[in-house]
């Protein structure tokens, strides 16, 4: 039983390229969340979705970023024109269903983004 | 805006010792509470949690202490070993949402 996949695990872009970063949750899981984790801090939370729905996405910066988690196939985390403050390591994290006190979340191995 | 404090970013145990890691909040909506566990290079891996209905939740070596009135929680491992050296994270999550927050990470280094 593949626990969250993601993939990249490593991304370099240069200044201006776009970052695609994605991530299959584990199996039976319906509830994707992104996180990030910017160098000497704590994850932060960006967007969660359910499959086709973004349920909340407070976390998540106004422009260049986007989220989307498709009928079929992975949950995608897209930062366009990225810049050097965009390096972090990028959490995905599922769940069974809403974890207001039923459980918790797993998370993938995390995606590390660097920015030239 | 940090809702979630570990005010320590790294603690330093002998093996066999206890380790005792520290979490403040802030929001008072905030009833639900989970630690996890993070080693390089690997994702946060859940550890306990708590809800806000009790005080304390135990599994083997690991007990979570929450004082709500102090708004605090505490991660007690007891005895400390080497394989517990990671960092570890606290988190909290309100009733009215479905998003948990996240504290800085305290760097747990178990002595041999």
């Known amino acids: 039983n593949a626990g969250v996949m993601q993939n990249p695990r490593h991304l370099v872009r240069r200044r201006g390229q776009e970052a695609r970063l994605r991530c299959s949750p584990m199996k039976g899981h319906s509830h994707v969340y992104w996180y990030r984790q910017l160098p000497e801090e704590g994850l932060k939370f960006m967007v969660y979705?359910?499959?086709?729905?973004?349920?909340?996405e407070s976390g998540m910066p106004k422009e260049r970023f986007s989220a989307e988690f498709p009928k079929e196939g992975p949950s995608i985390l897209r930062i366009q024109q990225v810049v050097r403050g965009d390096s972090a390591a990028y959490f995905c994290a599922s769940s069974p269903s809403q974890i207001r006190g039923t459980g918790e979340l797993f998370f993938g191995e995390g995606s590390r983004l660097t920015v030239l | 805006d940090q809702q979630v404090k570990q005010n320590s970013p790294s603690l330093s145990v002998q093996e066999g010792r206890i380790s005792i890691l520290n979490c403040d909040y802030t929001?008072?909506?905030?009833?639900?509470f989970l630690w996890y566990k993070k080693y390089p290079a690997e994702g946060p891996t859940f550890l306990i949690s708590?809800?806000?209905?009790?005080d304390k939740n135990e599994d083997g070596r690991f007990t979570v202490f929450l004082n709500k009135s102090a708004k605090h929680l505490s991660l007690h491992i007891v005895p400390s070993q080497p394989g517990d050296s990671a960092v570890y994270f606290c988190?909290?999550?309100?009733?009215?949402?479905?998003?948990?927050?996240f504290g800085t990470g305290t760097s747990l280094t178990v002595i041999p």
């Open positions: 988190a909290a999550s309100p009733n009215t949402g479905n998003q948990f927050y």
């Open positions: 708590i809800s806000s209905i009790k």
């Open positions: 929001n008072s909506m905030f009833d639900y």
């Open positions: 979705l359910q499959k086709e729905n973004i349920i909340d």
